[in-house]
């Protein structure tokens, strides 16, 4: 995992991989756990989605969260599949002219992903020391999962504290990452010019931006109970549970935005990038249901989304039947295909949970001409820029 225990999951100092890439010698004898040093100097964070690519820039400091610049590009087509970076020349030509012609100098940089590919479990393990922990995280989880465990990076995090028949025991959540995948973005960064500086995957990059933050659409209201945030992309629908400030649960749904788009575009033939436009300007859910409406657009944008729904309420039952006493309290949407017009009435028509888009993340410093832009999309790379 790395010479130092890292306390946020997946939160991954790309230095230490470098070390894992080099095939250095790791001391076995671990270290006390040290608090990351904050470092005050700007960063630039990337999402790397497969349309779209989110760019921020900002930085961490003495607990503010400021941000300067937020760009979001297409990506150029079938560079990314799944979160991995399957075309590097390209991608890389492609962020680096980007940078240039936006004159940007930072020289640190921070990825954030999130990929079927990195697989998480949640295991239940006896209570032990730190030094302890690798071993006995690597030894359970291999009986999960029938993996090569020196092709993948763990990472864990202590959930739950309990006791079992008068034994500690230790809720753990533990993700295993591709390390080539890892290694792909340590590349990207190094031939940008950047210096690697971190790895996150999102649900993490989150789960810090929501902790920062006190306020979510300048509601005050603390939600102790699960609420769920759902990254709606192109390619896929990120699931995250949340209770009392820790990560829950995690799903992935492979469906997105653009499957709706296809489906338009072979019924109403025309171009992908035309059926898009036609989505944004005639999908209207709430209109679809209380008018009953037959045009062809609504139709299919609620035919794609009702199998969301479907999959997202098979998703929400098996976290209330994981706990007695596990709730959802509040859904937050935000991503490309949040933007469908009336869905959060639509979602909330299905499930009876109060359900809002993403606008507004109290605390985040953003310059002076960033304020009147919606954030919504921009919140994994934000997040990423939180170093604990």
């Avoid at 399957?86 to 004159?103: A, D, G, R, W, Y």
């Avoid at 295991?123 to 999960?144: G, H, R």
């Avoid at 919140?379 to 604990?388: D, E, K, T």
Wanted: aromatic share 8%.
């Amino acid at each position: 995992m790395g010479e130092n225990k890292l306390k946020d999951l997946m939160n991954m100092d790309l230095g230490q991989l470098k070390n894992k890439l080099l095939k250095k010698p790791v001391s076995e004898k671990k270290k006390p756990a040290k608090r990351r040093k904050e470092i005050n100097r700007k960063v630039v964070s990337f999402d790397i989605g497969s349309e779209f690519t989110k760019i921020v820039i900002g930085k961490y400091y003495n607990g503010k969260l400021e941000i300067e610049y937020m760009d979001i590009i297409e990506t150029p087509e079938e560079v990314v599949l799944d979160g991995n970076l399957v075309n590097m020349p390209i991608l890389t030509n492609f962020i680096k002219k980007h940078l240039s012609e936006k004159n940007i100098k930072v020289k640190d940089g921070i990825c954030t992903n999130n990929s079927t590919l990195a697989i998480n479990r949640e295991i239940v393990i006896p209570a032990v020391e730190d030094n302890e922990m690798d071993t006995l995280v690597k030894y359970e989880i291999q009986q999960y999962l029938p993996i090569n465990m020196d092709d993948y990076i763990i990472q864990y995090n202590v959930l739950e504290t309990f006791k079992l028949e008068d034994q500690e025991k230790f809720k753990t959540l533990v993700v295993t990452y591709p390390e080539k995948m890892a290694s792909n973005y340590y590349k990207l960064l190094s031939e940008i010019n950047l210096k690697p500086l971190a790895l996150d995957i999102t649900y993490n990059s989150l789960n810090k931006l929501i902790n920062y933050s006190n306020k979510i659409n300048n509601s005050s209201k603390e939600i102790k109970e699960g609420i769920v945030f759902i990254d709606m992309g192109a390619n896929s629908l990120d699931v995250n549970i949340y209770k009392n400030g820790k990560l829950e649960f995690t799903r992935i749904i492979k469906s997105g935005g653009s499957n709706i788009d296809v489906l338009l575009s072979k019924e109403l033939k025309v171009s992908v990038r035309d059926a898009e436009i036609e989505k944004k300007n005639k999908g209207y859910l709430v209109e679809a249901v209380s008018e009953g409406s037959q045009d062809l657009v609504n139709v299919i944008v609620r035919e794609v989304v009702d199998e969301w729904l479907s999959e997202l309420e098979r998703i929400i039952q098996f976290y209330k039947n994981k706990k007695v006493g596990n709730t959802i309290e509040k859904i937050y949407l935000y991503g490309g295909s949040s933007n469908i017009r009336g869905i959060e009435k639509y979602m909330y028509s299905k499930f009876d949970i109060e359900t809002e888009r993403v606008s507004t993340i109290n605390n985040v410093d953003l310059k002076l001409n960033l304020a009147a832009e919606s954030i919504d999309r921009y919140l994994n790379a934000i997040g990423a820029i939180i170093r604990l």
